[in-house]
């Protein structure tokens, strides 16, 4: 079958690799329909920083088909439509069995240490498995897994009614942020971010309005006053401080970008303004919560993806995507 693999750093190819096995007890073969390209995939090109296993298949965002179940598999036959949950976590350790998953002290994710969906089929665990709802498209289901990343840090932001938030980075997480916020909330959001196009495309589908990451900038978009609630979603130490000195104290920005190594913060600042920092990994309960805003959702989804492009793509598609160039959120694979 036709294969996308990751063979270490700067080095991810096109192949044919043989199908995968039929399902064990407890596994489901599928079909992969609709797969999408994630910031963390380029962080793995380029830094290898989360594989444990070479070479592997990318990709933890997709839609699939069930073509086949193992023994003990219930609720799920062959010709339904499934997205897979991307976390690997081990289910035994404390924060696992106290449903945090996300923390998981053994915590992987497909693609990284299995095999994922850049690839024509898949076998996964019926565990890692919820069904689409009816007549939503794959391509508005692949992005599942992004939009539970995004709906777990407006949890974590827990911005109040209304209240102006800035997002730094207009990225697929941030820009998912920020139609969260505008569709659940209502909130008005400042989006900074340097690539006009996309911030074009998120004035014209969420209703956000862009703003330079200056603080005084930010002061009179907010009417003279500093917002008290940001997201930092581009993984930059440098944003990071900017958007910190934007920030009303007693504020809080919810971290969700990937960072290149160890960043220097202006830690002052935190401790004087009294200025809150929260992490957000990955996703609890949204996983299900995000499935289940698909048929809300769907309309702006779509506007927010490219078409789909084929799996021979895919090595020249991250070349595009690091360079920034692209102005929708999320890159499409149909396999």
């Not at 600042?269 to 009294?274: A, F």
């Amino acid at each position: 079958m036709r294969a996308i693999r990751f063979h270490g750093r700067g080095d991810i190819r096109f192949a044919d690799v043989p199908e995968p096995p039929p399902p064990t007890e407890g596994q489901v073969r599928l079909r992969v329909r609709m797969a999408g390209i994630c910031g963390s995939d380029l962080h793995n090109f380029a830094t290898g920083q989360w594989i444990s296993r070479l070479p592997v298949t990318p990709g933890h965002e997709f839609c699939a088909e069930v073509l086949s179940v193992g023994e003990g598999v219930g609720g799920l036959v062959p010709g339904d439509l499934v997205v897979v949950d991307s976390r690997a976590n081990c289910g035994e350790c404390d924060h696992c069995r106290q449903g945090a998953g996300n923390l998981c002290r053994r915590m992987g994710f497909v693609g990284e240490v299995c095999d994922g969906g850049f690839a024509e089929q898949s076998v996964q665990p019926a565990r890692r498995l919820l069904k689409v709802p009816a007549g939503i498209d794959p391509a508005v289901a692949a992005m599942t897994e992004p939009l539970a990343v995004a709906l777990r840090v407006v949890r974590q932001l827990a911005a109040s009614a209304g209240a102006e938030v800035l997002v730094a980075g207009g990225g697929c997480i941030g820009g998912l942020v920020a139609l969260l916020l505008r569709e659940l909330g209502l909130h008005p959001v400042l989006l900074a971010d340097r690539n006009a196009d996309r911030t074009r495309l998120l004035e014209d589908v969420t209703g956000i309005r862009t703003v330079a990451l200056e603080a005084r900038a930010v002061r009179d978009a907010c009417g003279g006053r500093e917002p008290a609630f940001g997201v930092e979603a581009t993984g930059s130490g440098e944003v990071l401080n900017r958007l910190i000195g934007c920030m009303r104290s007693g504020g809080r920005v919810a971290m969700v970008g990937l960072f290149d190594g160890v960043q220097s913060v202006d830690v002052n600042q935190v401790v004087e303004r009294e200025l809150s920092l929260v992490g957000c990994s990955v996703f609890q309960d949204e996983f299900r919560d995000a499935l289940a805003l698909l048929p809300r959702l769907a309309d702006r989804l779509a506007a927010l993806a490219t078409q789909p492009i084929a799996l021979e793509d895919v090595p020249a598609a991250y070349q595009r995507l690091r360079s920034g160039g692209v102005p929708q959120l999320k890159m499409l694979v149909r396999p």
